[in-house]
């Protein structure tokens, strides 16, 4: 079974500063790896996902991450956030073969103080 | 193209009592997932179903808990009897193939 870890469980930023939010894995096994993002009293939404092709993806509202196989991470970036980014982002990784359940992190929880 | 729904939003119950929690996917979407997330950490696997059949229901804590998909359309999940350790939020996700999965908004159960 995979594990997920997201090591920040809460990212204070200042808005139009730059961000990271950190996602490693632990099996070097072929997977999908994907961010959510859960804004205020919402549901999950797909930021960005990464299938096959090129390790950099773009997602929705100007995020993008880099998937980097041989140190298992799958960090997402923003090279400025604005204060409609605060929310709780997942990381999520499954499988490639079997592609069943999805595997989470605990969560990084982004506030962006104007 | 509407999204997957869940019924109710949040549901507020008494040890011992029963609660069903229901997830519409996205039309067309043969497979249905159950997740659950108790406060503060990760969200887990609870089930997976391919259209009416249960394809892998690994993560399903105990047998207080029952998931059925009549038809293959909407699902349902009961909790019978319920107890304190199960409140969180359970999402429901559905996914036309096996790789990108569409999630609802979720159910928070409150356990009292």
């Known amino acids: 079974a995979q594990s997920v870890t997201q090591l920040d469980s809460q990212v204070p930023v200042f808005e139009e500063a730059p961000v990271e939010l950190r996602c490693n894995y632990s099996s070097s096994v072929s997977v999908y790896l994907f961010w959510y993002v859960q804004y205020p009293n919402q549901g999950l939404q797909l930021l960005l996902k990464y299938l096959s092709g090129s390790t950099l993806v773009k997602g929705i509202n100007g995020f993008e991450a880099e998937f980097n196989k041989s140190q298992t991470s799958f960090h997402l970036r923003k090279p400025s956030v604005h204060i409609s980014d605060t929310a709780e982002y997942f990381c999520a990784v499954s499988d490639q073969w079997t592609g069943n359940q999805f595997y989470f992190g605990t969560g990084t929880s982004l506030t962006v103080i104007p | 193209e509407a999204g997957v729904t869940q019924f109710p939003s949040h549901s507020v119950i008494e040890k011992g009592q029963t609660v069903t929690l229901r997830c519409d996917p996205i039309s067309g979407h043969d497979n249905l997932y159950w997740y659950r997330r108790v406060m503060g950490k990760e969200i887990k696997f609870l089930l997976h179903?391919?259209?009416?059949?249960?394809?892998?229901e690994s993560g399903m804590p105990n047998n207080r808990f029952l998931a059925e998909r009549t038809g293959g359309t909407y699902s349902t999940l009961k909790v019978q009897p319920a107890e304190l350790e199960d409140s969180g939020v359970y999402f429901c996700a559905s996914s036309p193939h096996r790789d990108t999965q569409y999630f609802g908004p979720g159910t928070r159960l409150t356990v009292l």
């Open positions: 179903f391919v259209k009416e059949s249960k394809q892998d």
